[in-house]
């Protein structure tokens, strides 16, 4: 059975070979195994980070659930925006910080924040010049040349299918979990609720539009992405049934009339979202149920609750078992995560939030060895 065909079997509630196994790798692991400085793949696209995720999945031969690496943009959507040009600012040998700017009635506008791509870590977006010592208007700059072209749209979602083939499936963004984002937005929505609730009104309708729009494509995603990292971290459960829940009754809906599986990556406390999710809504898979102290998922008690519901995908822990843990320490963890969920199907194994950059590869081989041998049915 090819990872394609274990994961389609998942979603759909049946029993495959063996328990699907996916870590997440995410962007870090990906970026490092590329052995190049991380602005070539972030800023250059030499090689963009969804070929270096591909890359990735064929080097360690795991069963992926490609979320929200592809994006599918639509210009009647308002989704496209040419206007704006990235300059650099400044580098060094561990930096290039680049900031944005257009013409506008003839002048050169610059954004209020910059991006800082480093050689070996992931860009750093939406910071305040200042904050680095850099004036709101840069003094000298530099355009950025040298990246390099890859196909868009529709014609990207091919190309990227296509590169992944039979090791997996590849999902769009079409949803939404949460409206606020950080501590600034938590201030803003008490003082100013409607704004966000007419917010949501607007959001939930241009889903509903993005939905039609790639179910209209030749070459449609495998799996819709709904969800966000953090959904109740800088969220109540209120707020988030006031602004979010209605997005994701929507399209969950929708997909599952069209035969389209969704899924929900939230990192952080978690509990109570599943809960709402598995009752109230047509979600199919819902990750990384991290445990203590990072969320507040007992794997096994989840499943006993939601495992008939849900497709339930975690949730090793990403620092203490997979960066830190041995070989042995991996193999126990995917183990007791096996015996606590796999029973009756509907469990991929995975971790919580992605594994850092510096995982050891035998930690992640064994992992998968483990699926494969002690998770058979």
């Given at each position: 059975m090819t990872s394609r065909e274990r994961l389609i079997k998942v979603l759909n509630g049946e029993i495959p070979d063996h328990v699907p196994v996916a870590p997440d790798t995410s962007n870090m692991i990906p970026a490092r195994m590329v052995g190049k400085p991380f602005w070539d793949i972030y800023l250059y696209q030499d090689p963009p980070i969804w070929k270096a995720y591909i890359d990735c999945v064929k080097y360690f031969g795991f069963d992926s659930l490609m979320d929200g690496y592809v994006q599918i943009l639509f210009d009647d959507l308002g989704e496209i925006d040419n206007t704006w040009k990235e300059a650099i600012i400044y580098k060094d040998a561990?930096?290039?910080?680049?900031q944005k700017y257009r013409i506008k009635n003839g002048e050169r506008e610059w954004a209020s924040s910059i991006t800082v791509y480093y050689d070996d870590n992931p860009p750093t977006e939406g910071l305040n010049p200042r904050a680095l010592g850099f004036p709101m208007v840069p003094d000298t700059y530099e355009e950025v040349e040298g990246v390099k072209e890859?196909?868009?749209?529709?014609?990207?979602?091919?190309?990227?299918?296509?590169?992944?083939?039979?090791?997996g499936l590849v999902g769009v963004w079409c949803g939404t979990s949460k409206l606020l984002n950080n501590e600034k937005d938590i201030y803003d929505y008490y003082d100013n609720p409607h704004k966000y609730r007419k917010k949501s009104e607007e959001l939930h309708e241009y889903y509903i539009k993005r939905f039609y729009k790639l179910m209209s494509?030749?070459?449609?995603?495998?799996?819709?992405?709904?969800?966000?990292?953090g959904t109740l971290i800088h969220q109540t459960p209120k707020i988030f049934r006031e602004l979010a829940l209605p997005i994701i009754k929507d399209i969950t809906r929708l997909a599952k009339k069209h035969g389209i599986p969704t899924h929900i990556h939230s990192c952080g406390p978690e509990k109570e979202?599943?809960?709402?999710?598995?009752?109230?809504?047509?979600?199919?898979?819902?990750?990384?149920l991290e445990s203590p102290p990072m969320g507040d998922c007992d794997l096994g008690e989840i499943k006993r609750l939601y495992g008939d519901k849900l497709v339930l995908k975690g949730n090793l822990h990403?620092?203490?078992?997979?960066l830190k843990g041995s070989v042995q320490d991996v193999v126990e963890a995917s183990k007791k995560a096996i015996d606590a969920a796999a029973a009756g199907g509907k469990f991929i194994l995975s971790t919580g939030d992605q594994c850092g950059r510096d995982t050891p590869d035998e930690n992640i081989f064994a992992m998968i060895e483990t699926a494969k041998t002690y998770g058979k049915y």
């Amino acid at each position: 059975m090819t990872s394609r065909e274990r994961l389609i079997k998942v979603l759909n509630g049946e029993i495959p070979d063996h328990v699907p196994v996916a870590p997440d790798t995410s962007n870090m692991i990906p970026a490092r195994m590329v052995g190049k400085p991380f602005w070539d793949i972030y800023l250059y696209q030499d090689p963009p980070i969804w070929k270096a995720y591909i890359d990735c999945v064929k080097y360690f031969g795991f069963d992926s659930l490609m979320d929200g690496y592809v994006q599918i943009l639509f210009d009647d959507l308002g989704e496209i925006d040419n206007t704006w040009k990235e300059a650099i600012i400044y580098k060094d040998a561990r930096r290039i910080i680049t900031q944005k700017y257009r013409i506008k009635n003839g002048e050169r506008e610059w954004a209020s924040s910059i991006t800082v791509y480093y050689d070996d870590n992931p860009p750093t977006e939406g910071l305040n010049p200042r904050a680095l010592g850099f004036p709101m208007v840069p003094d000298t700059y530099e355009e950025v040349e040298g990246v390099k072209e890859w196909p868009q749209g529709e014609q990207l979602l091919k190309l990227v299918k296509q590169e992944l083939g039979d090791h997996g499936l590849v999902g769009v963004w079409c949803g939404t979990s949460k409206l606020l984002n950080n501590e600034k937005d938590i201030y803003d929505y008490y003082d100013n609720p409607h704004k966000y609730r007419k917010k949501s009104e607007e959001l939930h309708e241009y889903y509903i539009k993005r939905f039609y729009k790639l179910m209209s494509l030749e070459t449609k995603p495998d799996f819709l992405c709904v969800g966000g990292s953090g959904t109740l971290i800088h969220q109540t459960p209120k707020i988030f049934r006031e602004l979010a829940l209605p997005i994701i009754k929507d399209i969950t809906r929708l997909a599952k009339k069209h035969g389209i599986p969704t899924h929900i990556h939230s990192c952080g406390p978690e509990k109570e979202l599943i809960k709402i999710v598995a009752e109230e809504t047509d979600l199919t898979v819902i990750d990384p149920l991290e445990s203590p102290p990072m969320g507040d998922c007992d794997l096994g008690e989840i499943k006993r609750l939601y495992g008939d519901k849900l497709v339930l995908k975690g949730n090793l822990h990403t620092t203490e078992v997979m960066l830190k843990g041995s070989v042995q320490d991996v193999v126990e963890a995917s183990k007791k995560a096996i015996d606590a969920a796999a029973a009756g199907g509907k469990f991929i194994l995975s971790t919580g939030d992605q594994c850092g950059r510096d995982t050891p590869d035998e930690n992640i081989f064994a992992m998968i060895e483990t699926a494969k041998t002690y998770g058979k049915y």
